[in-house]
């Protein structure tokens, strides 16, 4: 954790840019561009944390998760700290009570729903959003293969860093 918030600081000075320009060129050196990203990246780490995951979930195809998170691209993003754009960035989701994303402005309909995303949730929510949450502004027809929401859920749990319960 230490080390990302470091790495965060880092990119935040890179991004602003005025952390070291004005020491009369102090000549520090810019943090490694390879500086270890968060949690799960090589395709290994995947297949690991996709083993790792409750069933169905664990048989799940990642790259037809991949594929299908194709769908909810246009309107989320699902790295950590990514942006809200129509929809609410997804990091982290699982685990999250619905509609509780600090900054993002939910409907009504899901900011009172007062369940806690898992699994279960997103599956009914995914197959149809409004018949599942009646007045939500997710406008997406829903996903109707139960197949393709499995391995979506898969592919969400294994990118938007879900940690099973202990
Ligand atoms: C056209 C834009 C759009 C598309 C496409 C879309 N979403 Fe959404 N999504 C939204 C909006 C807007 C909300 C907020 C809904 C509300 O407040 O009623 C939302 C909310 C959510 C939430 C609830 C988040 C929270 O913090 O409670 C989840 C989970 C979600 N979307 C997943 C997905 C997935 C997975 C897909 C792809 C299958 C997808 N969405 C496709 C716009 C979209």
């Given at each position: 954790?230490?080390?990302?918030?470091?790495?965060?600081?880092?990119?935040?000075?890179?991004?602003?840019?005025?952390?070291?320009?004005?020491?009369?060129?102090?000549?520090?050196?810019?943090?490694?561009?390879?500086?270890?990203?968060?949690?799960?990246?090589?395709?290994?780490?995947?297949?690991?944390?996709?083993?790792?995951?409750?069933?169905p979930?664990?048989?799940g195809?990642?790259?037809?998760?991949?594929?299908?998170?194709?769908?909810?691209?246009?309107?989320?993003?699902?790295?950590?700290?990514?942006?809200?754009?129509?929809?609410?960035?997804?990091?982290?989701?699982?685990?999250?009570?619905?509609?509780?994303?600090?900054?993002?402005?939910?409907?009504?309909?899901?900011?009172?729903?007062?369940?806690?995303?898992?699994?279960?949730?997103?599956?009914?929510?995914?197959?149809?959003?409004?018949?599942?949450?009646?007045?939500?502004?997710?406008?997406?027809?829903?996903?109707?293969?139960?197949k393709?929401r499995v391995d979506?859920?898969?592919?969400?749990?294994?990118?938007?860093?879900?940690?099973?319960?202990?």
């Open positions: 954790m230490r080390t990302l918030n470091l790495a965060a600081v880092a990119a935040l000075c890179l991004v602003v840019s005025a952390c070291s320009k004005d020491g009369g060129g102090s000549g520090e050196a810019p943090p490694p561009a390879d500086a270890p990203a968060a949690a799960v990246s090589t395709d290994t780490d995947k297949a690991a944390a996709l083993a790792a995951l409750p069933a979930y664990n048989t195809d990642l790259s037809n998760g991949q594929s299908k998170f194709a769908l909810c691209r246009s309107c989320h993003t699902i790295t950590e700290g990514g942006p809200d754009l129509t929809g609410p960035n997804l990091h982290g989701v699982f685990g999250r009570k619905a509609g509780s994303k600090p900054g993002y402005a939910y409907s009504e309909a899901v900011k009172a729903a007062g369940f806690t995303w898992d699994a279960e949730h997103l599956d009914k929510w995914l197959a149809s959003p409004r018949e599942f949450l009646p007045g939500t502004k997710m406008t997406f027809a829903g996903l109707h293969d139960p393709d979506l859920i898969a592919y969400l749990k294994v990118e938007t860093g879900y940690k099973p319960a202990p």
